[in-house]
């Protein structure tokens, strides 16, 4: 439980603190032309590698 508390303070944190780029981010996703659509699916992915090498290492 305190695993996910930690990503989830983790999470919003990033999620307040990039807020304020989000033009920016979309500008750079456009320049290498990639979609807001992919870019969700491929932070998924990571997020789920990372997530499985932390489980990993905490079991």
Request: aromatic share 10%; glycine share 6%; no cysteine.
């Amino acid at each position: 439980m305190k695993v996910i508390s930690i990503y989830l303070l983790i999470a919003g944190s990033l999620y307040l603190i990039t807020k304020p780029y989000k033009n920016n981010i979309d500008q750079i996703l456009n320049s290498i032309k990639l979609s807001t659509f992919d870019a969700l699916w491929l932070s998924y992915v990571e997020g789920m590698a990372i997530g499985g090498i932390i489980m990993l290492i905490i079991s």
